[in-house]
């Protein structure tokens, strides 16, 4: 085990991950290389869940680098609501805005407001809202005194990244529910749709409404717009009624404050781009195993068509690509793609193996009535993939190992941040728990796209891959989001998983496999794969002008030849 002297550094340095994960290279040189092989003591095991609790006081101080973004976050109040109304959670500017002429809040009733009708305002959005994965409602909520309204959005609660936060949602037993949030007064943006959908407004009266926002003055709006003055007096009047307000300087303050939160919530927003990624992803479906845990997959595609098995990456879900959904009907497949115990939606294992996990998929092959099954492995899933066709043997078509990463401790190649820290991790499995809990807390498309720039520094390709495809960086967050959902047991069980099986042997391995690697890949070296695959790779593909992005730079190609 870690003698006490060098356990209460890396406990130091695990204090300063979670305090600014900026810091998280730092552990490369403290964890030791081959690792303790005993249980640390229970001091060590307490000393470290107290960077957690850091982890979760601290926030998301790593989102500094969006600039005004973050600054309107820290104003805004927000209250996370059941399904059925009641306060599950709420921050101290929620309870700020409330307190100006609202009501009061309190968890576990329904916002108590000082005019009923508002209580009916909330009612009738959430009724507005049911059903909708993705919307928004806008509420005017009368305050006591002259200071006029307050309008604030119903939203979706996992709409709102790092303020709605997961692990809150989770108090509330997993009910998902709903978000009001209150924004702050800030720039501009874009919220005519919402406007419109919320208060009933026509094209006309929205364009009239954008103009006196911008600054004109009736007369000009009526110019730009080529109407005439009488018609754009009749369009506001309009307006006025239909949002319950009397002054056009009302109107003004009032899409001024909306906007504020519109532009963090828009589709546009890099940081919402991961929650409608999830949303417009197929649903994630469960079936029940023999020892009753349930296992949750996500299918893409045609129900009769050519199924297919996927294994997602270390750190993923069952969340593939945009465009999979619709290039997977095209093609005739029916693509499956399960999420390993412990991650996302999955019920953990209690004795986490790869071959655990080929029992899982097997069971999970049985109940959707798979007799025949192309199985495509990413990354860190690649021995789970293998170890399922070994189990299923003649029902196994064929394997594809994408990028592939084997659980084999071989000589070091090259300096790749990234590499040198999963050995380092995989060598010490006494700080997974801590370090997969920490991410968790602090997780963001900020840092997320840190992490990438960080690791693509050896690889040109992926490089200039991310620069030209930003959204991969709201997709890999997504992707990470989910698998780090419920908690963070199952990406720390698989690294156990690695260090077991070194000696896995693929001896009775009969299916067909072909590798495809990128050719710049610095981060999972394609010798060590062939190393461990022995003479079982049939076909090795080395993709130029790529590397570690191989498998989303060429998705559509991927799925071509699952369909060939």
Request: charged fraction near 25%.
């Amino acid at each position: 085990m870690p003698a006490p002297q060098d356990a209460s550094l890396v406990i130091e340095t695990m204090y300063q991950v979670a305090a600014d994960p900026e810091a998280w290279e730092q552990l490369i040189d403290v964890l030791e290389e081959g690792g303790p092989f005993e249980e640390p003591t229970p001091e060590i095991i307490r000393d470290l869940a107290r960077s957690e609790d850091i982890a979760r006081l601290v926030g998301r101080s790593d989102d500094e680098g969006a600039g005004s973004l973050r600054r309107a976050r820290s104003h805004i109040g927000w209250v996370l609501l059941s399904e059925r109304g009641k306060i599950t959670a709420a921050n101290a500017a929620a309870h700020a805005v409330m307190g100006e002429g609202l009501g009061r809040l309190e968890i576990g009733r329904t916002p108590l407001f000082l005019d009923p009708d508002n209580t009916d305002a909330l009612n009738r959005a959430l009724h507005q809202i049911c059903g909708q994965p993705f919307g928004q409602v806008i509420l005017k909520l009368e305050r006591d005194g002259e200071e006029g309204p307050r309008f604030a959005y119903l939203i979706p609660s996992r709409a709102l990244p790092g303020v709605a936060d997961v692990a809150l949602i989770e108090l509330a037993g997993g009910d998902e529910g709903y978000a009001l949030v209150f924004p702050a007064v800030a720039e501009t943006g874009r919220l005519w749709t919402s406007v419109t959908e919320s208060f009933g407004l026509t094209p006309a009266e929205v364009r009239l409404a954008k103009k006196l926002r911008d600054g004109r003055s009736l007369q000009e709006a009526a110019d730009d717009l080529s109407v005439s003055i009488n018609t754009v007096r009749n369009q506001l009047r309009a307006v006025f009624d239909k949002m319950g307000l009397k002054r056009q300087s009302d109107l003004v303050r009032a899409l001024t404050e909306l906007s504020s939160l519109s532009n963090l919530i828009s589709s546009h927003d890099p940081v919402f781009e991961p929650a409608q990624r999830i949303l417009d992803a197929p649903k994630i479906r469960q079936v029940v195993l023999s020892d009753g845990r349930r296992l949750a997959y996500r299918e893409y595609g045609d129900p009769k068509g050519r199924a297919v098995l996927s294994f997602h990456e270390g750190l993923g879900s069952s969340l593939l690509p945009p465009g999979t959904e619709r290039t997977a009907w095209k093609l005739g497949l029916r693509i499956v793609c399960a999420e390993r115990p412990g991650f996302g939606q999955s019920d953990p294992h209690p004795d986490y193996s790869f071959d655990g996990v080929a029992g899982d998929m097997v069971e999970l092959c049985d109940q959707l009535g798979f007799d025949q099954v192309r199985i495509g492995a990413l990354l860190s899933g690649a021995p789970s993939a293998i170890q399922t066709a070994i189990r299923l043997g003649s029902r196994a078509v064929h394997v594809h190992i994408y990028s592939g990463r084997p659980p084999r401790a071989l000589e070091e190649t090259g300096r790749n941040v990234l590499t040198q820290f999963r050995r380092r991790l995989e060598d010490n499995p006494w700080v997974l728990e801590t370090f997969f809990a920490i991410l968790r807390l602090r997780l963001s498309p900020v840092m997320v796209e840190r992490i990438l720039r960080r690791s693509s520094t050896h690889s040109p390709a992926d490089m200039a891959y991310l620069e030209s495809h930003p959204e991969t960086v709201s997709f890999i967050a997504a992707y990470i989001g989910e698998a780090l959902a419920r908690s963070s047991r199952g990406p720390a069980d698989e690294v156990r998983a690695f260090r077991r099986g070194r000696n896995m042997a693929l001896a009775d391995l009969r299916t067909p496999l072909t590798v495809w690697h990128g050719e710049q890949d610095r981060l999972a070296p394609l010798p060590h794969l062939l190393a461990f695959l022995g003479d079982k790779a049939q076909a090795v593909h080395v993709v130029p002008a790529i590397g570690h992005f191989l498998a989303l730079k060429h998705w559509d190609d991927i799925l071509k030849e699952a369909a060939a």
